[in-house]
C-alpha cells in the first residue's frame, strides 16, 4: 500500500533553517510528481512547493519563494523540503502529497517557527 512518512520538523527560531523529508512506499516513486503541502492553525491547507516525476521542473508559492527548496532522490524513494530564513507565519502542519490527483498523504510534521 502507499505509504508517505514526514519527518524533519520541530521548534525553531525565526531565521532559522529545517530541512523535511517524506519517505516513500509501496509505489513506483519516479513515476509521480510530489508536492509539499501546510496547513495553520485555522487556515486552509496550502501548497507550498511541487516537483515533477524527473525533478526537472520546480514550483513554489509566492510566500516561499527564494527561501524554500523542494527536491527528491528518486534512488531514495525520498522527497526534500528544505527551508531557510524561517519566518513566525511559516508555522504549520507540513504534508507530502503524491501527485496532482488522487488523495495519498502522509501523517504530516509540525513546524513552529518562534523565539
Known amino acids: 500500500q502507499v505509504q508517505l512518512v514526514e519527518s524533519g520538523g520541530g521548534l525553531v527560531q525565526p531565521g532559522g533553517s529545517l530541512r523535511l523529508s517524506c519517505a516513500a512506499s509501496?509505489?513506483?516513486?519516479?513515476?509521480?510528481?510530489m508536492n509539499w503541502y501546510r496547513q495553520a492553525p485555522g487556515k486552509e491547507r496550502e501548497l507550498v512547493a511541487s516537483?515533477?516525476?524527473?525533478?526537472?521542473?520546480?514550483n513554489y508559492a509566492d510566500s516561499v519563494k527564494g527561501r524554500f527548496t523542494i527536491s527528491r532522490d528518486n534512488a531514495k524513494n525520498t522527497v526534500y523540503l528544505q527551508m531557510n530564513s524561517l519566518k513566525p507565519e511559516d508555522t504549520a502542519v507540513y504534508y507530502c502529497k503524491r501527485g496532482i490527483t488522487g488523495n495519498y498523504w502522509g501523517q504530516g510534521t509540525q513546524v513552529t517557527v518562534s523565539s
Open positions: 509501496g509505489f513506483t516513486f519516479s513515476s509521480y510528481a
Open positions: 516537483v515533477t516525476s524527473t525533478g526537472h521542473s520546480l
